[in-house]
Every structure is written in structure tokens, then in C-alpha cells.
């Protein structure tokens, strides 16, 4: 499944990555566009750096490119997918209007590309969504975690108990050591003596 995902997400970035590069370059035809719908809100908020609509566009624009392409890189998902679901949202709500349009091939190519940015926000709701680990990844990490703790475990009883036997051979040879010597002290003085 992460491989999907991993195929995914470039797919599901490459639109704002487009739209970012070509705001950026050419502010123009996005602001006259968004600029009768975008005056009245910007007027309200007062914390905007800017009110200019191309100069709007462009910021939208950076953002646009730059959370693009850190989701198609897979960096900081959920924050870049929730940046990149929250500015689709004024778009949804101000663009591609259909209902406005009287021409019918017009108002189908509009609720068309109102449909595909609203399946857009969808997959970036699901790219937010999806669970940080598996599950069975998790749990394969957890049990290979504690088989580690245990072999660690088991290890220092082993050379506990290698250390003690090792003493005890010592002690031991020692004391075969002296019975042999004692012996064969023991054998020289009654040789001497006969």
C-alpha cells in the first residue's frame, strides 16, 4: 500500500506544482480572474500583508509550489496537504461557476473542472488521512524490538554464567594441580627414602 502512496502523491502534487510555477510567473490572468470575488474578503482582513490581488496571487502561488513539491517529495505530508486542501478551498468556492453559465459547452467544461479540483481535495483529505505507519509494519518493528531486548537478556545470563563456570574450572584445575604435585612430592620422598 505505500507504494501506492508513494506513486500517489507526485500525481496528486504535480497540479498545484504547475499552477504554483505559472502564478508565480505570470500573476496577471489568475488576479483578473479571482479579483472580483477575492476584493470584498481581502477588504475585511486586516492581517493580509497585502491587498494587491497579483501580489495575492503570487504568495498563493510560493505556497502552492513549495507545499507542492514537498508532497511530491513525501516531506511533512500531513502539513502540506492540509496547506495545499485549504487554499483549494476558496478556489472551490469562487471558480468555475457553472451555474452562471448560459452556453452549455461552457457550463459543462466549468462543472467539470469544478468536479475535478473537488476530486482534488479529496485525494489531499485522503493523502492527510492516511494512517503514519501500518499497522503490521508496526507491530513486525514492536516484536523485533522486544526479540532484541530479549536476546540482550539472554546474553548477559549466558557470560554470568560462562564467567562462573570458567572460575570454577580454575579453582578446580588449581586444586588438581596441587594433589598432583602433592603425589608426586609425595612419590620423589619415598623413592629418596628406599
Not at 498545484?16 to 482582513?45: C, M, S, W, Y
Not at 481535495?121 to 513486525?140: D, N, Q
Not at 564467567?163 to 603425589?183: D, F, G, N, P, S
Request: hydrophobic share 45%.
Amino acid at each position: 500500500m505505500q507504494l501506492f502512496s508513494a506513486l500517489a502523491r507526485p500525481f496528486v502534487a504535480a497540479p498545484f506544482v504547475v499552477t504554483g510555477i505559472e502564478n508565480l510567473r505570470n500573476p496577471g490572468p489568475r488576479a483578473d480572474q479571482v479579483a472580483p470575488v477575492v476584493k470584498p474578503i481581502v477588504d475585511h482582513l486586516d492581517w493580509l500583508p497585502t491587498k494587491d490581488p497579483e501580489t495575492l496571487v503570487r504568495l498563493q502561488g510560493a505556497l502552492s509550489l513549495g507545499a507542492g513539491a514537498l508532497l511530491a517529495l513525501g516531506k511533512f505530508k500531513r502539513l502540506t496537504t492540509l496547506l495545499l486542501a485549504a487554499q483549494l478551498v476558496p478556489a472551490l468556492l469562487t471558480e468555475h461557476r457553472y451555474w452562471t453559465e448560459d452556453d452549455p459547452e461552457r457550463r459543462a467544461s466549468e462543472r467539470s473542472h469544478l468536479l475535478k479540483n473537488a476530486g482534488l481535495f479529496g485525494a489531499l483529505l485522503l493523502v492527510a488521512t492516511e494512517p503514519r505507519k501500518h499497522p503490521r509494519v508496526e507491530a513486525l518493528r514492536r516484536q523485533a524490538h522486544d526479540t532484541r531486548i530479549k536476546a540482550r537478556a539472554e546474553a548477559r545470563h549466558l557470560r554470568k554464567q560462562a564467567a562462573t563456570e570458567i572460575k570454577h574450572a580454575r579453582k578446580e584445575a588449581a586444586l588438581q594441580v596441587r594433589e598432583a604435585r602433592r603425589e608426586v612430592v609425595g612419590k620423589a620422598r619415598k623413592a629418596v627414602q628406599h
